[in-house]
Nanobody, 127 residues
Framework: QVQLVESGGGLVQAGGSLRLSCKAS????????MGWFRQASRNEREFVAA????????SYPDSVKGRFRISRDNAKNMVYLQMNSLKPEDTAVYYC????????????????????WGQGTQVTVSS
């Protein structure tokens, strides 16, 4: 049974930083493309960051590029999202997602490409 557990969310002032963590179990983590998505109230879930199974390739939307950084530690089955220069519009529930892709070291940026999801962690940025 695949389990993804996010942590590290909280309340932070605009301009501050948070580091989200996602612990994976029940899957071959080193073969999994991983991603972070977020969902604000009444909005659709949107892509935030993605990383290939090796960690060599990453992707971000323009809204977070230069402020957020995704990384992973395959030895610990962990993926991280370092968020800097946070803005009130970054307020959302942040979700970790994973998908096994053994044969290719690719990044996945669409919701429908992931079959495993965590429960989410709330990030609130005050102005």
């Amino acid at each position: 049974q695949v389990q993804l557990v996010e942590s590290g969310g909280g309340l932070v002032q605009a301009g501050g930083s948070l580091r989200l963590s996602c612990k994976a179990s029940g899957l071959a983590f080193s073969s999994a493309a991983m991603g972070w998505f977020r969902q604000a109230s009444r909005n659709e879930r949107e892509f935030v960051a993605a990383i290939s199974k090796s960690g060599d390739s990453v992707s971000y939307p323009d809204s977070v590029k230069g402020r957020f950084r995704i990384s992973r530690d395959n030895a610990k089955n962990m993926v991280y999202l370092q968020m800097n220069s946070l803005k009130p519009e970054d307020t959302a529930v942040y979700y970790c997602a994973g998908e096994i892709y053994e044969n290719y070291d690719i990044i996945l940026t669409r919701l429908d490409q992931y079959s495993s999801w965590g429960q989410g962690t709330q990030v609130t940025v005050s102005s």
